[in-house]
C-alpha cells in the first residue's frame, strides 16, 4: 500500500479538488470503482486482509483489475453516505471505520446463481456450449418481440472474491443479493453488480462477488429490449443498504 498510496499522491492532482481517496477507490466515480474483480492468476482460496472494508480492493488477496469498458452508473442507484476514518494519511488507507450506504435495487442472488451453476453443468454433460442462457431456447434467434419483465435475467458473469468458481461456490455463498450499480457502455447488455452478504452481527453487509447480468432477449433488432432492461431496472423499488 505504501507504494500505491504514492500513485493515489500523484492522481489526485488530476482529480476534481473536492473529490475524496476512500481507502483505494475515488468518492466522486464510486459507483463505477466498486466493480473491481479479482484476477485469474491465484491457484487457490485464500483470506481477505481484515484490516481494509470488503468493499475495497484492498481487502483482495489477489490482483485485482476493472473491465476496460465504461461503466454508466444507474439513475435510481446513489451513494447516500460515506464514512471513512483511517490512521495517518487517507492515501495510506488504514482504516478505524470504513462504510458506504447506498440506496439501490436489490435482487436475489440465489436463484440467479444457481441457474446459472445447473446450466453450467447440464452444458458439461452434454457438450452443449451454444448457449451462455439458461433461458436461451425460450428466446430463438432472431427474436424482435419485446420483453415486458425482467424474469429472465441471469448471471452472464460471476468473480467470486474467495478465489472460487462459479461452479464451485456452497449453497451458502450463493445467498445475498445483488446490488445493480451500472451498465456497460459499450454494449448495453450488462448490468453490473456487486454480490453482498448480510452480517449475522449487525444489518450491514459484506462484499463477496462481482456479476454482470443479461436478458437472453436483449440482443433483438436494434438492441431495443436492451433498453427496455434498463428501463424495467430504472423502476425497480429500492432500499437503503450498508457496506463495511
Same mark, same amino acid.
Given at each position: 500500500?505504501?507504494?500505491?498510496?504514492?500513485?493515489?499522491?500523484?492522481m489526485?492532482?488530476?482529480?476534481?479538488?473536492e473529490?475524496?481517496?476512500?481507502?483505494?477507490?475515488?468518492?466522486?466515480?464510486?459507483?463505477?470503482?466498486?466493480?473491481?474483480?479479482?484476477?485469474?492468476?491465484?491457484?487457490?482460496p485464500?483470506?481477505?486482509?481484515?484490516?481494509?472494508?470488503?468493499?475495497?480492493?484492498?481487502?483482495?488477496?489477489?490482483?485485482?483489475?476493472?473491465?476496460?469498458?465504461?461503466?454508466?452508473?444507474?439513475?435510481?442507484?446513489?451513494?447516500?453516505?460515506?464514512?471513512? /476514518?483511517?490512521?495517518? &494519511?487517507?492515501?495510506?488507507?488504514? $482504516?478505524?471505520?470504513?462504510?458506504? *450506504?447506498?440506496?439501490?435495487? !436489490? =435482487? @436475489?442472488?440465489t436463484?440467479?446463481?444457481?441457474?446459472?451453476?445447473?446450466?453450467?453443468?447440464?452444458?458439461?454433460?452434454?457438450?452443449?456450449?451454444?448457449?451462455?442462457?439458461?433461458?436461451?431456447?425460450?428466446?430463438?434467434?432472431?427474436?424482435d418481440?419485446?420483453?415486458?419483465n425482467?424474469?429472465?435475467?441471469?448471471?452472464?458473469?460471476?468473480?467470486?472474491?474467495?478465489?472460487?468458481?462459479? /461452479?464451485?461456490?456452497? &449453497?451458502?455463498?450463493?445467498?445475498? $443479493?445483488?446490488?445493480?450499480?451500472? *451498465?456497460?457502455?459499450?454494449s !448495453? =447488455? @450488462?448490468?453490473?453488480?456487486?454480490?453482498?452478504?448480510?452480517?449475522?452481527s449487525?444489518?450491514?453487509?459484506?462484499?463477496?462477488?462481482?456479476?454482470?447480468l443479461?436478458?437472453?432477449?436483449?440482443?433483438n433488432?436494434?438492441?431495443?429490449?436492451?433498453?427496455?432492461?434498463?428501463?424495467?431496472?430504472?423502476?425497480?423499488?429500492?432500499?437503503?443498504?450498508?457496506?463495511?
Open positions: 500500500m505504501a507504494a500505491l498510496s504514492w500513485l493515489a499522491k500523484q489526485q492532482s488530476l482529480r476534481p479538488p473529490d475524496r481517496y476512500l481507502v483505494g477507490l475515488w468518492e466522486k466515480t464510486l459507483l463505477s470503482d466498486l466493480l473491481w474483480t479479482q484476477g485469474w492468476s491465484y491457484t487457490a485464500n483470506s481477505r486482509i481484515s484490516r481494509y472494508p470488503s468493499w475495497s480492493w484492498a481487502s483482495s488477496p489477489y490482483q485485482v483489475e476493472w473491465s476496460r469498458d465504461l461503466n454508466i452508473p444507474l439513475k435510481c442507484t446513489q451513494v447516500e453516505a460515506t464514512k471513512v /476514518t483511517t490512521r495517518g &494519511p487517507s492515501h495510506m488507507a488504514d $482504516c478505524i471505520e470504513a462504510t458506504i *450506504t447506498l440506496k439501490a435495487p !436489490l =435482487l @436475489d442472488a436463484p440467479l446463481l444457481t441457474a446459472t451453476q445447473a446450466h453450467i453443468a447440464a452444458s458439461r454433460v452434454s457438450g452443449d456450449y451454444e448457449s451462455s442462457s439458461p433461458f436461451g431456447h425460450l428466446y430463438p434467434d432472431p427474436y418481440a419485446f420483453i415486458t425482467l424474469d429472465h435475467l441471469y448471471v452472464h458473469y460471476y468473480s467470486s472474491d474467495s478465489g472460487s468458481y462459479i /461452479t464451485d461456490i456452497t &449453497p451458502a455463498e450463493t445467498s445475498g $443479493c445483488f446490488i445493480l450499480l451500472a *451498465t456497460s457502455n459499450r !448495453l =447488455l @450488462d448490468l453490473n453488480a456487486i454480490h453482498v452478504q448480510k452480517e449475522q449487525s444489518d450491514c453487509y459484506r462484499r463477496v462477488g462481482l456479476a454482470s443479461r436478458h437472453p432477449a436483449a440482443r433488432k436494434y438492441l431495443k429490449n436492451a433498453s427496455t432492461v434498463r428501463w424495467l431496472i430504472e423502476d425497480l423499488p429500492t432500499q437503503s443498504i450498508t457496506l463495511i
